[in-house]
């Protein structure tokens, strides 16, 4: 038995005032006998008997009508299924419904999802007068939830109730649920959990902490359980880009990973590729049951800034998980710094050559670094690292901002100010310096493919000896063994790449001069250049993709956003201006609630686009296999105290939504007010026999 008002029992205490009254009023008085009233006194015996027995039997019914009024205000309650008491019973509940995607699926019973608020309807159709009810969702993410006895509002929440794109959680709503319950001012307590319960959804608890109490019920009813209906769905996974670097009017390429979970071979699929709302390209895969497919696609990119991309297959079971979205940047025009004294360089002539419509350049001499104005160059080229302290101080500050750097030795062979600039930046340097006969000169033995610099470039061979057609003559090579090798020579390293505080720095040991041989005639050099420019170019650095409802926080330099405004332009076209948090590392944006689905753009204060962020749909919601009963009460019992009792409901349409208080608590207040009621009744007819015996 349990109290619901326990505080009350203090009161019965005031159970014994009648015993202490009793006590009181009792008299021993001296007796004296006379022999002439011993006869009298024998025959009275038997009536004093008596009286005393009713004196002591309305002691025990006036004792009986207090304890009986204290307990009937602290509300006692019991588990108890007697038909006399059921009516008595007042019920908390909390109802989970779940609202994925998954959800939306359509059998042999109708629309899932229309099931389970359908089951719903029948549980509040049966809830009383003094019952509470909660509404939560497994995908809601902010809701806080409460009780209510206002059953025609939970259901009008529950006509609104759609499919969310959002993934689904029963740890959150469980504890939610939990929450929820702690605010009951019923005994009896039931949660229904109202899932299709998909073997992908049933995923560890972040802690190990059990959740209700002994007066809890947890209903668990699977939507879908019992259907033999062969679900055909195909579903886009995920997305991959093959190029790296975006540029306008190139080709781009992107792998695009599909997931079959029927068991049926599905032939002659479509997948379509859109850029931008336009159709770019198509092409057809097949794929087996239960199987899994990798197919390549790519269009043109014909705009500048934000390019959204949509990846879309033909209407099936579960039309959500039909599309995948993923965005990039094609950078307006970058600006190029090069730092040299050499007018007629090879580095000037050619960057010179790329001016138009997506590069342009600016000279820098060498002795102008440290008072030139380096926020608007998008990447610095070294071509003379000869500099003083306060230029080396400049160009640290400008790869601090996010900036990109390309970097040559200087052409006298020097190592000097090589050393003394990555000393500057906190990196510290071995060069060795190599010369080499037109006879000798190294050969080129590997290039990273894989890396975003040279991706898609050259054509792989086994040994990736001869990747490069016209390979240089070096001559010279001031080479170093340090940072990451993306060109390796017989001699040493050729191209090697830095970090720096999330800058990228590339440093190529040959300058760009004959006397080092003939690597600035050859293709490589203008591919090394020119790749470099849109590598080091940071924007595409800032390309995210991530389930709806994730939050997401980005820290951005400086360099690219010279305030802490942003603008963020979401699927629809709407732009929010947000204000990021300012760090000494750089600008924090935090993004949440992103719950509608597509690529959303990142701009900077200056209207420059950023980064992009592209919100899907979580691809596990597309694995329909549901888990079995066995599987799904080992997965929730495991997470709950070990006294909750667990109910397994599956058959929808045989369930009686009355059932669920068979087991219910039930209060017995009434039962001890009608006893102390009949107690009293007692007391007054005793009480009058008594007093009538007495007179007599």
């Known amino acids: ?80 299924d007697f038909p006399i008491f059921r009516n008595y019973s007042n019920i908390s509940t909390v109802i989970i419904l779940d609202n994925s995607i998954s959800m939306d699926v359509s059998d042999e019973f109708g629309n899932r999802l229309r099931q389970g608020k359908g089951f719903v309807t029948s549980l509040l159709d049966n809830l009383r007068e003094g019952d509470q009810v909660a509404l939560i969702h497994t995908t809601d993410i902010t809701s806080n939830g409460a009780f209510t006895s206002d059953f025609q509002f939970i259901k009008d929440e529950l006509a609104r109730t759609n499919v969310s794109l959002v993934t689904s959680s029963y740890e959150n709503s469980l504890r939610l649920a939990q929450k929820i319950l702690s605010e009951s001012k019923n005994f009896s307590k039931e949660v229904f959990l109202i899932s299709d319960f998909q073997k992908s ?24 359980g019992k259907s033999r209906f062969q679900i055909e769905n195909v579903s886009i996974d995920s997305v991959v880009p093959l190029t ?55 269009g043109n990119v014909k705009s500048k800034g934000i390019v959204r991309c949509l990846f879309e297959i033909e209407s099936d079971a579960l039309e959500y998980d039909n599309k995948r979205w993923f965005g990039f940047i094609v950078p307006d025009i970058i600006t190029v710094g090069l730092v040299s004294d050499n007018e007629s360089g090879y580095i000037h002539k050619f960057l010179k050559s790329l001016e138009g419509e997506n590069i342009q350049s600016k000279l820098i001499l060498p002795n102008q670094v440290g008072v030139s104005n380096l926020s608007d160059v998008a990447v610095l080229i070294i071509e003379n690292p000869n500099l003083d302290n306060g230029s080396y101080q400049k160009i640290r500050e400008y790869l601090k901002s996010g900036k990109g750097l390309l970097l040559f030795p200087p052409i006298s062979g020097n190592d000097l100010p090589l050393k003394n600039f990555f000393a500057s930046i906190g990196i510290g340097l071995n060069f060795e310096s190599k010369s080499f006969g037109a ?42 063994s340090s940072g990451l090798a993306l060109i390796q020579t017989s ?47 940071s924007f595409n650095e800032y390309n995210f993709s991530l389930v709806c409802g994730e939050p997401l926080s980005l820290t951005f330099p400086k360099g690219i956003t010279p ?46 686009p950023i980064g992009t962020v592209s919100v899907n749909v979580d691809a596990k919601e597309s694995l329909l296999d549901l888990a079995e009963k ?67």
């Open 563 to 608: 305030t802490n405004l942003f603008r963020v332009e979401d699927p629809l076209g709407n732009t929010t201006e947000m204000q990021a948090v300012q760090l000494p590392s750089g600008n924090l944006l935090e993004l949440r609630n992103l719950l509608v689905i597509g690529t959303y753009g990142l701009k900077n204060g200056d209207d420059v």
């Open 244 to 298: 790296r670097i975006f540029e306008q009017n190139k080709f781009v390429e992107f792998e695009v990973y599909l997931s079959n979970s029927s068991n049926k071979n599905l032939d002659n699929l479509v997948l379509s590729l859109f850029m931008n709302g336009e159709r770019s390209a198509q092409r057809l895969f097949n794929l087996q049951a239960k199987g899994h497919q990798k197919v390549v696609i790519g």
């Open 491 to 537: 001699a040493g390293q050729f191209l090697t790449e830095f970090n720096f505080e999330g800058s990228k720095i590339l440093y190529c040991s040959v300058a760009p001069d004959l006397k080092w041989g003939n690597f600035v005639l050859t293709s490589l050099f203008p591919v090394l250049i020119y790749r470099s420019i849109f590598y080091l170019n």
């Open 439 to 480: 006879n000798n000169s190294p050969t080129f033995n590997f290039i990273d493919l894989e890396h975003q610099l040279f991706l898609n470039v050259f054509a792989p061979t086994s040994d990736k000896s001869i990747v490069i057609p016209d390979p240089p003559k070096i001559s010279n090579l001031l080479t170093t």
């Open 630 to 696: 066995e599987q799904i009460i080992s997965y929730i019992r495991k997470h709950l105290h070990k006294d909750v009792k667990v109910n397994f409901i599956d058959d929808l349409k045989s369930f009686h939504s009355a059932d669920f208080r068979e087991y219910a608590g039930t209060e017995l207040w009434k039962l001890f007010l009608i006893l102390a009621i009949i107690s009293a009744i007692l007391e007054m007819i005793v009480a009058r026999t008594s007093r009538r015996e007495m007179e007599n």
């Open 1 to 80: 038995m349990h109290f619901l008002n326990p505080l009350y029992l203090f009161g019965l205490a005031l159970a014994s005032i009648p015993i202490l009254i009793h006590l009181l009023i009792i008299r021993k008085n001296k007796t004296i006998e006379f022999s002439s009233l011993r006869f009298l006194k024998e025959l009275q015996k038997t009536q004093i008997r008596r009286l005393k027995l009713k004196q002591l039997l309305l002691l025990i019914l006036r004792t009986l009508i207090i304890v009986f009024l204290i307990l009937s205000f602290s509300r006692p309650v019991v588990r108890s």
């Open 201 to 224: 959804a049933l995923r560890n608890f972040t802690d190990s902490v059990r959740l209700f109490d002994s007066q809890t019920s947890l209903n668990l009813v699977q939507v879908g």
